[in-house]
């Protein structure tokens, strides 16, 4: 098993680094689909060298990093320039490592959970339970899930900021599901310091510090509570207070968060805001901007928390996959976190009734993109609308495979506490989703 996790990483490895020194990144850098004004190298160098000659870079409308970003890649730029096609790759490397950790520990506590729980399941459920086999290659499946990704592939190709999004968000899995409490608060406000949607995911980590391993205890679930906030606080107050010190003043919060949230740049890419609020009558722009946002940042949070409550990182993922969905300007790099961690829940694989769907659609929406961009740009013989319906069928599929997971969890739940051979009226009765 670590000999192919190994050779896994070996692969991606080579195939990122072959095609950021090949004539194709240009090519891949300059997709819509992967490069969006936030996360764009191309911008950062543009920001990192107004920034070096004494201009600042947050005075126009090119530049939208954070500060500290922008010292860290400014430093990379001037000092490891040689080096930085092998930084992208190792950090991209590092996240596949990090959330094939977070699958281990997570089927781990799964496993515990369920041997805990065995009195109160049903007779006949032996069948789908938790086997060894799970807990080996679940682990395995979600480090393959991203190395061989072609959405990571092609952000990692790009230098795409997402590459250390994605680590910062995999760096706050990890410390969430192994209980480190502190840690997870500081990843998790150093990702939503990056890019605001992350904020979401602090609603998880507090369930998961609420758990004491070894024995339920009030006082101790409520201190790592305590804890996880208060390092998240503590922590996001500090980066901008650096940042406020960096940029001499606080003018950075529009050019950055306000210009996540008040979506200025209709540039197409992968998400809805752009088609929909160009073709909108301006003066309904702030009422449906409010709209669009909440369901990135806070409509689904307490349904989904509420229903949730006992797996935390399912949440995680759900609420991950749903701002990648709904974020203002969301890219290729953006989902592939979240397609990643479908493995670690293969044991719902059977319940799950949209797969076959799912995956069509995304493949075909893959392939359809470009073709219909360079169709509507360069040959003149399509519009907007054509490209516009690639990307909302993109996101259907992905709100499917969301809401398919989510049902397969119910249904496996009910499965186990009720038994496998369901009757109504004295006829066999199966679970669908409507």
């Known amino acids: 098993m670590g000999t192919l996790l190994l050779t896994l990483h070996a692969v991606a490895g080579v195939a990122r680094y072959w095609l950021i020194n090949s004539e194709y990144q240009q090519t891949v850098a300059g997709r819509v689909e992967v490069s969006t004004p936030l996360n764009s190298w191309k911008r950062v160098t543009e920001g990192a060298y107004l920034y070096h000659e004494g201009i600042d870079p947050y005075s126009g409308d090119m530049f939208h990093e954070t500060p500290v970003g922008l010292v860290i890649f400014d430093w990379l730029i001037r000092n490891c320039s040689r080096w930085l096609g092998l930084i992208f790759v190792a950090s991209d ?22 041997n805990r729980e065995r009195s109160s399941y049903a007779k006949d459920v032996g069948n789908i339970l938790l086997k060894e086999k799970d807990l080996r290659e679940a682990p395995l499946h979600v480090a393959a899930a991203y190395l061989l990704n072609p959405y990571a592939l092609l952000s990692c190709a790009s230098l795409t900021t997402t590459v250390f999004s994605n680590l910062c968000l995999a760096s706050s899995l990890l410390s969430m599901v192994s209980g480190r409490r502190a840690l997870s608060g500081f990843f998790l406000a150093f990702a939503t310091y990056q890019s605001l ?119 995680a993922e759900a609420l991950i996959a749903l701002a990648a969905v709904f974020r203002s300007y969301p890219s290729l790099g953006d989902i ?54 690639v990307t909302l069928v993109f996101a259907a599929a992905q709100i499917f495979l969301i809401t398919d997971l989510l049902f397969a969890y119910i249904k496996r739940e009910f499965s186990l506490r009720n038994g496998l051979k369901q009757e109504i009226d004295g006829k066999a009765a199966k679970l669908v989703l409507e």
């Open 93 to 114: 490397l590092l996240t596949a490592h990090l959330l094939y950790m977070t699958a281990r520990h997570f089927m781990v506590e799964l496993a515990e959970t369920e």
């Open 197 to 315: 949607y992350p904020v979401v995911l602090l609603v998880p980590s507090c369930m998961y510090a609420a758990h004491t391993f070894g024995g339920p205890s009030y006082v101790k679930g409520k201190l790592g509570v305590l804890i996880t906030l208060g390092v998240f606080a503590v922590s996001i107050t500090s980066l901008l207070y650096i940042s406020a010190w960096i940029s001499s003043g606080w003018h950075f919060l529009n050019s950055v968060y306000g210009f996540i949230l008040t979506v200025p740049d209709l540039r197409p890419n992968v998400g809805l805001f752009w088609y929909f609020f160009t073709e909108m009558f301006e003066h309904f722009r702030s009422l449906f901007l409010a709209a669009f946002q909440l369901n990135a940042l806070a409509l689904y949070v307490g349904p989904l928390g509420m229903r949730l409550r006992s797996a935390p990182l399912l949440l």
């Open 336 to 389: 592939s976190l979240p397609l990643a961690l479908l493995p670690t829940w293969r044991h719902l694989f059977a319940y799950m009734q949209q797969g076959f769907i799912v995956g069509c659609f995304l493949l075909i929406t893959s392939v359809l993109g470009p073709t219909v961009w360079h169709l509507w740009i360069y040959s003149r013989s399509a519009n907007a609308n054509f490209y516009f319906g």
